[in-house]
Each structure stands twice: as C-alpha cells, then as structure tokens.
C-alpha cells in the first residue's frame, strides 16, 4: 500500500517520517530557549541527522519565534536533502497567515494547525461547542492550503476525546485537504493499548483515512512516550513526532534517538522505517543539545547517557569480551560513541583544538569565540593534567556569545572562616566595564550580590546546583543556576576549575538568556 503525499511524493507502508519538534515543543519548555545562533546550529545538526520534518518553532508566539522560523525556511529549507519546513499555528486566521509567511522561503512547507477537542479542553479552556470546533477545524485547513499543499492538524488532547466526536473532527480535517493527521497524547496519559485502539479505530472509521499519513505525537508524563510511540506505529502511523533527548513540556517528549534506535533494532517487531537517518549523528547531536541549553541527560538515559554502554558487572564483562553480543543489542559505535576519546593536553595545538571543537559538534564556532574558547582551553590545560571532550564542551559552551549584553570580566575574592566574605566583581554591560564591591551569607551569595548592585534586576534565584564535569578533584566545576521573573524562567550553566567563577558565569549566563525571553510573550493555549 502507499499514498502520493504533497512534500514527500509516492510514499510506501515502510516508511516512517521522522518529525523532530526538538525547535518547537522542545524550546519552549523552561530553561530550553534558544537565541537565533541556537537554533540555527541545532536545525543544522538535526539536518545533518537525517530527520524528514523540522518543526521550527511557533511564528506567532513573537516576532523572534517569527524571525527564527524565517530564516530556518530561507537556510535550512533550501538545501538539498534538507527537511520539509514546519511551523505550528492554532486556528485563527492570523496565526495560519504568520506560520504561512514564516515557512515561505523553504522549497517544502508545512503549515501544522491544532485545536483541542476533548470535552475537558472545550468546554475549560477554548470555551467552543462541539459544532464551533469541527468549523475552525475545517476552517483552519482550508486556509493553510492556500500556503502550502503539506498541511498537518491535530487534535490536542486526542487521546482523551471522544471516539465519535474524534472521527468527525478527523473526517472533517481530511475533507478540508489535510495530508496528515496527529492524534496528540497531549498530557501523557495513554497507554501503548490505547494508541493501538485510537488509531485502529479511526483508520477503519473515517472515510479517506486512506488518502492521509497518521501522526503521534507522545508526552511523556508516565515515561509511556516511546512505547506509546512505538505501539502507534505497529497500529499503521506513518509518523513521529520527536526531539531529541526527550524535551519537551514537563516530563518531555518521546525521545528521537530511542525511537529510531527500537526500529532499527527490532525489525522484526515494526515493519516501518525512517528512510535517512544517520544513526552515527545521534551522539554528537544529542551532545550538542545539551551543551546549546545547559542540561546535559542523565547518566542511565537510553542510547546517549554516558551509562548506556558501560559493563560494569564483572560477570557482564567476562561476557562482553567473550562475545559483545551477549549483553550488547546494539554497538555503541553505531550510535556514535566511539572507542578511544582523544584526550588534549597543554602541548595541544590551535589546530588540534578547531579540529577537536568540529567533532564534538561545534563546527560554526565564530572566531572570537574560539581565540576566548582556546585561551580558556590553555589555561584550563595548565591547571588540570587531562583534559576530557566533557571538558571542552563545558568550556565552550560557556565562552561568551558575541550577542551577549552582559559579559564577565574578572572575579577578586575573600573567604574563609575569619572574616565575612568580599567580592570584587567586574561585569561589562553593553561594552562599558564596570566594578562592584559586595559582601554577603557567603562567597556566592557576595558574588551574586555584586552582580545585582551592577546590573539590577528582580529576578529571584530559585536553583543553584554544582555538579563535577568530570571526575577528580581537578575537575571542573559546573554550575547551573535558575532565575525565575514574573513566571518567565531561564537557566544559566558556568563551567571553571573555580567553583565560584562558575557561579558568576552561571548567573551571567542565565541574566542574558532572561533578557532574550522578556522579549518575548507566549500566547495562551500553546501546548499540542
Ligand atoms: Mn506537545
């Protein structure tokens, strides 16, 4: 069996279209926000991964999520092998339109337009009839068409709408000239029998079900996201939506590189799959992920956690080394880890270090980016014998963006147990460099102070945590610390061999992530 589909021609059962939202659903759960650069490097790498859609993020939510769909469409959506362009709008003529102008420069376009219809979400929070519902539903895929022939609808909260109110809506969309169809578990509460009986149902129930690809799209609030996801594709879905690591709204979304790697791995058990994915990304993307946001996975994460492949149990290893089969159901390097991680050291070189910086990701790096990245990098090197690929990408990660109204200059401490501590900070704000004195309960708390006296604010501190980026007491240390103004919350990562100069980097860092988001302001009802 196959369809003729408007982006991706004759389409055929074993086929599946990687839909990534990592840009979209991924970016606007908290701490996630990416600036332009951002996400231009991650649409980038996810390019290069092989994904099919790229949902690029929500036009109408502000003129920077308008900008960043933009010139993802004019860059990414025009190169060759490049994905179909996507850009999510709710029913509103005003949305449709802005999505429709975001995705325009792009050779292949999506307009991708929702609207809850569950009774619970009707009746609550659009406070639309059933009748008033099915309209803008039909309405809302009648207008994208005049943007584009690739248009997705989904019904938000599907997975707890009523069956026959499900089909009509479904019926509807697909008479309006839909070409695929998301049944959305918007808040995580199906489980894997659940998405086999929706879809089953409503692909033998709605008349020119045939004639369209199906869609899930999985929160994953019970972590159920990639078996409901899995489950969804053995009962005929065609497509997934996914991000990468699993972010997303509150417990995330189904996890790219965990669905592609259960397709790969049992194809026996699911007869579909991606046509261009290139597994040995799936690392170096994931990686990237994280250093863009500052939220690295946990250790025991499926496929990218740095345990994933570690055999620790000398009863597993004996095996392992007998024959990797027998504890191993997939190679690590086929992923991307690979063998030998090389080291750097203080002899490494400006060359060996660019080169270093291209394979763990970082391959668009500005130069004055990477003179701070390598100075750092020497310093570090003097400092700390070994120095690990984690080291490097926390350095980098934390190097001063060019964008980057406030910018850390130097840091004089006292503390101790003697006297209370002092901090001598210098902070450059908008190219001027000024000093601050400060004391406080400690010597974070006196940094923090500082930071307040020379840029003001009222933001307030509501997470501050030091992790080790590696192990020794050499390690860096890396600092995450959240900023909460007014609900709009961001968080900010520094990395040094200082614990407290990370401190200030974190704080620095998240200051300017909270100056990008107050410009903007999120439209209500923005979940899918
Ligand atoms: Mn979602």
């Known amino acids: 069996m196959s369809i003729e589909h408007p982006s991706f021609g004759k389409l055929d059962d074993s086929r599946v279209i990687v839909f990534d939202t990592t840009l979209r659903d991924g970016e606007q759960s908290p701490g ?309 991680s090389l080291v750097m050291g203080k002899h490494s070189g400006r060359a060996a270090f660019r080169d270093k910086l291209r394979t763990l990701g970082y391959g668009e790096i500005g130069d004055n980016q990477l003179n701070d990245a390598f100075r750092r990098f020497k310093d570090l090197a003097d400092r700390k014998k070994v120095v690990y690929d984690e080291d490097i990408s926390a350095l980098v990660d934390d190097t001063t963006r060019d964008q980057d109204r406030i910018k850390f200059v130097s840091l004089d401490l006292r503390a101790g147990s003697k006297a209370p501590p002092k901090a001598e900070l210098e902070l450059e704000i908008d190219g001027t460099v000024t000093l601050a004195t400060s004391s406080g309960d400690g010597p974070v708390d006196a940094c923090f102070n500082a930071i307040g006296k020379l840029f003001p604010h009222t933001a307030k501190l509501t997470l501050y945590s030091v992790g080790a980026v590696t192990e020794g007491t050499d390690a860096q240390a890396r600092v995450t610390v959240r900023l909460d103004e007014n609900g709009k919350m961001v968080d900010g990562q520094g990395a040094d061999t200082d614990t407290i100069v990370a401190s200030v980097r974190a704080y620095v860092h998240a200051l300017n992530k909270l100056l990008v988001k107050r410009e903007r302001t999120e439209p209500a009802a923005l979940s899918a």
């Open 32 to 340: 996630f926000s990416m600036n332009l650069t951002e996400k231009l490097r991650m649409a980038e790498a996810l390019t290069e991964l092989g994904i099919d859609v790229m949902e690029a993020g929500f036009p109408i939510a502000s003129p920077g999520d308008y900008e960043s769909v933009f010139e993802i469409a004019k860059l990414i959506g025009n190169m060759d092998g490049g994905p179909v362009i996507c850009g999510l709008a709710r029913t509103g003529r005003a949305d449709i339109m802005r999505a429709g102008e975001a995705v325009a420069p792009a050779k292949r376009r999506r307009i991708h337009t929702f609207i809850a219809t569950s009774d619970l979400h009707m009746e609550h929070k659009l406070r639309m009839t059933r009748d008033e519902v099915l309209a803008a539903t039909a309405g809302a895929v009648t207008v994208a068409r005049e943007y584009t022939d690739d248009v997705e609808w989904s019904a938000e909260d599907g997975t707890r709408t009523d069956p026959d109110f499900l089909c009509r809506c479904v019926e509807a969309a697909i008479k309006a000239g839909a070409t695929t169809i998301n049944i959305p578990d918007t808040v995580g509460y199906a489980l894997p029998e659940d998405m086999a009986r929706i879809f089953t149902m409503v692909r033998e129930r709605v008349p020119g079900a045939e004639r369209v690809i199906f869609s899930t799209h999985n929160h994953n609030d019970l972590g159920l996201a990639v078996a409901n996801t899995v489950a969804a594709i053995r009962a005929g879905v065609r497509q997934v939506e996914c991000t990468i690591n699993g972010i997303g709204e509150r417990a995330g979304n189904a996890a790219l590189e965990e669905i592609v790697m259960a397709l790969r791995t049992r194809p026996d058990a699911v007869p579909a799959r991606p046509a261009h994915i290139r597994h040995e990304n799936i690392l170096k993307t994931s990686r990237l992920l994280s250093t863009i946001t500052g939220f690295d996975v946990q250790p025991n994460k499926a496929i990218v956690g740095r345990n994933a492949f570690a055999h620790e149990a000398g009863i597993h290893q004996d095996g392992m080394l007998k024959n990797a089969g027998t504890y191993e159901i997939m190679t690590p390097e086929s992923v991307g880890w690979s063998k030998s």
